[in-house]
């Protein structure tokens, strides 16, 4: 450390004359840290950082219900939740959240966010404080002015930070709500990547077209649930304490409570660390995270290599210096402590200008152009874990490259300095050149990273060329939760009138509706029934479907191979009609029309009539295999979805505005 000054200042005295080296060298080795930096920030803003706001997260847990398939990481019903509340020797506090899609604002500026449905305790739980006004409690929704809290992020964004924000009005899907508080900054829920903006008691829910009694069913399970444990109690005796509970709730309420094999559903218990990714897809998001991961580890040891080829080119031009400084005494540990401190200086520069890179990127990242449901946000800012991780990434990559050239210039031999002998690796008999020992492992790695690249690209063309099942080109897509039915007003009546003056529009061909979109967030399972079909034994009836308007399928272009699409006169009071795909016509009826077959589906009383069969299509994303599903037409279930299909003549976008007004001059 005494002598670190002076070689730090010989470092640079030696950069500043060979300019070239030291720039190329700092640019190469910038671009594997930066790569390495910019992974780790984004695994760290998804997996390592704790919810921003809560008190003591690592006290935290996920509960799940089983799913009536079979997979234990499903949601729970509102009752069960009240059941697990109960708990009270291992549990201090549960709560309960269902996020939903939603739409602030009014017509001059509409955005959507994410609501959470939540019950009283939820901000009890998680220990959340508010920066303005208070939060919701038991005594919130039961009044005749719903209140709500809102993001500190949608404070900022949307009030301008107002000071007197409590008691000001929120329209919420085209209803009034109060504003009663904001949450603490940075607090935006617990679904990573996609904030929460908007948090509303469950008894206010149906008030604003986001749920309703389904939320008091026990065989309704909509909810996410978080318990904190009381002082002293770990997570196995939580697992232990629900093993017994789903016990008793299956002897209590066998229907509800027992799955598709016959036995009893499961209460999984999750530390809140393993909850940050969805635990259905916890195995592919690590899988592809790890991918990546030594994908940049790579590139970073191919630009190490190439920086080390160039460091040893540069040592073999000061092997005489090198050489004489020897043999005027300096030790060969001073000469390596030189080399190393010039190395480690080209590293802490990269270092430095990767980091610079990694903060432009993530700025850049705009996560909310992605076109899918609801909007995705990720805190991206810096934290001491990235700051240590760039630290360790700088000082091991000095390492790496600098230290087998000084090494080989501390072990030089003075009569082969002499003869001008090249630096040289032995292997047995044969000797190698230490800078063609570092191309073959640059090439060795180069084309590893080239037949992965290509095996992506390929997998990519693929996935382009998988037909999902329909066409969106050309299709407008308009969330109408705004248009909630006025008082007196049937569903059907409004989802038809509204319909009409869409299409009334210049340049609109068709105009439908859906509960969910195809590839997209939500999916939604009913138990089915098919006549004269036999299920086996622990045979799984569920199948996923939409609830969708008039002429779905011709809006979307979904080819139909048999039947007809659903029409304006199939609504209340007409016979019960389904559209099957060709998937469930051949696993319940194989060699046999569809067509004229009943159905019978948990969304009402009584069968349904099977008067269309449409190709089997991509529900979920592009890879999955063929799966059983249904349509139901929502003019017969008291019910006009949520989501608008516009299909156009020309650029859907160009009628965005037009669609909007239509919106607010039908909102109640």
């Given at each position: 450390?005494?002598?670190?000054?002076?070689?730090?200042?010989?470092?640079?005295?030696?950069?500043?004359?060979?300019?070239?080296?030291?720039?190329?060298?700092?640019?190469?080795?910038?671009?594997?840290?930066?790569?390495?930096?910019?992974?780790?920030?984004?695994?760290?803003?998804?997996?390592?950082?704790?919810?921003?706001g809560v008190w003591h997260p690592e006290r935290l847990v996920g509960l799940y219900t089983s799913d009536y398939s079979g997979p234990a990481y499903g949601t729970s019903s509102y009752?069960?939740?009240?059941?697990?509340?109960?708990?009270?020797?291992?549990?201090?506090?549960?709560?309960?959240?269902?996020?939903?899609?939603?739409?602030?604002?009014?017509?001059?500026?509409?955005?959507?966010?994410?609501?959470?449905?939540?019950?009283?305790?939820?901000?009890?739980?998680?220990?959340?404080?508010?920066?303005?006004?208070?939060?919701?409690?038991?005594?919130?929704?039961?009044?005749?002015?719903?209140?709500?809290?809102?993001?500190?992020?949608?404070?900022?964004?949307?009030?301008?930070?107002?000071?007197?924000?409590?008691?000001?009005?929120?329209?919420?899907?085209?209803?009034?709500?109060?504003?009663?508080?904001?949450?603490?900054?940075?607090?935006?829920?617990?679904?990573?990547?996609?904030?929460?903006?908007?948090?509303?008691?469950?008894?206010?829910?149906?008030?604003?077209?986001?749920?309703?009694?389904?939320?008091?069913?026990?065989?309704?399970?909509?909810?996410?649930?978080?318990?904190?444990?009381?002082?002293?109690?770990?997570?196995?005796?939580?697992?232990?304490?629900?093993?017994?509970?789903?016990?008793?709730?299956?002897?209590?309420?066998?229907?509800?409570?027992?799955?598709?094999?016959?036995?009893?559903?499961?209460?999984?218990?999750?530390?809140?660390?393993?909850?940050?990714?969805?635990?259905?897809?916890?195995?592919?998001?690590?899988?592809?995270?790890?991918?990546?991961?030594?994908?940049?580890?790579?590139?970073?040891?191919?630009?190490?290599?190439?920086?080390?080829?160039?460091?040893?080119?540069?040592?073999?031009?000061?092997?005489?210096?090198?050489?004489?400084?020897?043999?005027?005494?300096?030790?060969?540990?001073?000469?390596?402590?030189?080399?190393?401190?010039?190395?480690?200086?080209?590293?802490?520069?990269?270092?430095?200008?990767?980091?610079?890179?990694?903060?432009?990127?993530?700025?850049?990242?705009?996560?909310?152009?992605?076109?899918?449901?609801?909007?995705?946000?990720?805190?991206?800012?810096?934290?001491?874990?990235?700051?240590?991780?760039?630290?360790?990434?700088?000082?091991?990559?000095?390492?790496?490259?600098?230290?087998?050239?000084?090494?080989?210039?501390?072990?030089?031999?003075?009569?082969?300095?002499?003869?001008?002998?090249?630096?040289?690796?032995?292997?047995?008999?044969?000797?190698?050149?230490?800078?063609?020992?570092?191309?073959?492992?640059?090439?060795?790695?180069?084309?590893?990273?080239?037949?992965?690249?290509?095996?992506?690209?390929?997998?990519?063309?693929?996935?382009?060329?998988?037909?999902?099942?329909?066409?969106?080109?050309?299709?407008?897509?308009?969330?109408?939760?705004?248009?909630?039915?006025?008082?007196?007003?049937?569903?059907?009546?409004?989802?038809?009138?509204?319909?009409?003056?869409?299409?009334?529009?210049?340049?609109?061909?068709?105009?439908?509706?859906?509960?969910?979109?195809?590839?997209?967030?939500?999916?939604?399972?009913?138990?089915?029934?098919?006549?004269?079909?036999?299920?086996?034994?622990?045979?799984?009836?569920?199948?996923?479907?939409?609830?969708?308007?008039?002429?779905?399928?011709?809006?979307?272009?979904?080819?139909?191979?048999?039947?007809?699409?659903?029409?304006?006169?199939?609504?209340?009071?007409?016979?019960?009609?389904?559209?099957?795909?060709?998937?469930?016509?051949?696993?319940?009826?194989?060699?046999?029309?569809?067509?004229?077959?009943?159905?019978?589906?948990?969304?009402?009383?009584?069968?349904?009539?099977?008067?269309?069969?449409?190709?089997?299509?991509?529900?979920?994303?592009?890879?999955?295999?063929?799966?059983?599903?249904?349509?139901?037409?929502?003019?017969?279930?008291?019910?006009?979805?949520?989501?608008?299909?516009?299909?156009?003549?020309?650029?859907?976008?160009?009628?965005?505005?037009?669609?909007?007004?239509?919106?607010?001059?039908?909102?109640?």
């Amino acid at each position: 450390m005494l002598t670190l000054p002076s070689d730090l200042r010989f470092a640079v005295r030696g950069l500043l004359r060979s300019p070239g080296y030291a720039i190329v060298a700092v640019l190469t080795l910038a671009l594997g840290i930066g790569a390495n930096v910019t992974v780790f920030t984004l695994v760290n803003a998804v997996l390592l950082r704790p919810p921003a706001g809560v008190w003591h997260p690592e006290r935290l847990v996920g509960l799940y219900t089983s799913d009536y398939s079979g997979p234990a990481y499903g949601t729970s019903s509102y009752p069960d939740v009240e059941e697990f509340s109960a708990a009270r020797d291992v549990f201090a506090g549960v709560a309960a959240f269902a996020p939903r899609p939603t739409v602030v604002g009014d017509e001059r500026a509409p955005e959507r966010v994410v609501a959470d449905v939540v019950s009283p305790a939820y901000f009890d739980v998680l220990g959340v404080r508010p920066v303005r006004g208070r939060l919701l409690g038991v005594a919130d929704g039961r009044g005749r002015s719903p209140a709500v809290v809102i993001s500190h992020d949608l404070w900022r964004r949307r009030f301008a930070a107002d000071p007197a924000i409590v008691g000001r009005t929120l329209l919420l899907n085209g209803r009034p709500a109060i504003i009663v508080g904001v949450a603490a900054r940075g607090f935006a829920g617990l679904s990573r990547g996609i904030p929460t903006d908007v948090w509303l008691p469950i008894q206010s829910a149906g008030l604003f077209g986001i749920g309703g009694s389904e939320f008091r069913e026990r065989g309704t399970r909509s909810f996410l649930t978080v318990a904190r444990l009381q002082p002293g109690v770990t997570v196995e005796r939580a697992r232990v304490r629900m093993d017994v509970l789903a016990r008793r709730l299956q002897a209590a309420y066998p229907d509800e409570w027992t799955d598709v094999r016959e036995q009893g559903r499961r209460i999984t218990v999750l530390e809140e660390r393993a909850t940050r990714v969805p635990a259905q897809v916890a195995g592919p998001v690590l899988g592809f995270v790890a991918l990546i991961g030594v994908t940049v580890g790579l590139v970073l040891l191919i630009c190490c290599a190439n920086v080390a080829g160039l460091a040893l080119t540069r040592v073999s031009r000061r092997a005489r210096e090198h050489a004489v400084r020897l043999s005027l005494g300096a030790s060969r540990r001073r000469l390596v402590a030189q080399l190393l401190t010039e190395s480690g200086l080209l590293a802490v520069l990269s270092g430095g200008v990767g980091v610079l890179a990694t903060l432009w990127l993530t700025d850049l990242v705009d996560l909310g152009a992605l076109q899918i449901e609801v909007p995705i946000r990720l805190d991206l800012a810096p934290d001491a874990r990235v700051v240590g991780f760039a630290l360790l990434a700088t000082l091991l990559t000095g390492v790496v490259f600098g230290l087998t050239p000084a090494l080989r210039a501390s072990r030089a031999d003075l009569t082969s300095v002499l003869k001008a002998e090249h630096a040289v690796l032995t292997l047995g008999r044969r000797r190698l050149p230490l800078q063609s020992v570092l191309v073959v492992v640059q090439m060795a790695v180069s084309t590893l990273l080239l037949v992965g690249s290509l095996l992506f690209v390929r997998a990519l063309q693929g996935a382009a060329g998988i037909d999902p099942g329909f066409r969106a080109e050309g299709v407008l897509l308009a969330d109408a939760a705004a248009r909630i039915p006025r008082a007196g007003e049937s569903s059907a009546a409004a989802g038809l009138a509204f319909r009409e003056r869409l299409l009334a529009l210049p340049g609109v061909r068709a105009v439908t509706w859906a509960t969910t979109v195809p590839l997209g967030v939500a999916v939604s399972r009913t138990g089915t029934s098919p006549e004269g079909y036999q299920p086996g034994q622990g045979e799984d009836m569920e199948v996923a479907f939409n609830v969708v308007g008039p002429e779905y399928f011709t809006t979307l272009r979904m080819p139909l191979v048999a039947g007809r699409d659903f029409t304006v006169q199939d609504r209340a009071g007409s016979e019960g009609v389904i559209v099957v795909n060709e998937e469930f016509a051949r696993r319940y009826w194989p060699g046999q029309n569809p067509l004229g077959r009943s159905v019978r589906v948990g969304l009402g009383p009584g069968a349904r009539r099977v008067v269309g069969v449409v190709r089997t299509g991509r529900y979920r994303s592009l890879a999955e295999a063929p799966r059983p599903y249904v349509y139901v037409p929502s003019l017969q279930t008291d019910g006009w979805g949520v989501v608008l299909h516009v299909r156009t003549d020309g650029d859907p976008r160009a009628l965005a505005s037009a669609v909007r007004a239509a919106v607010e001059d039908t909102r109640p």
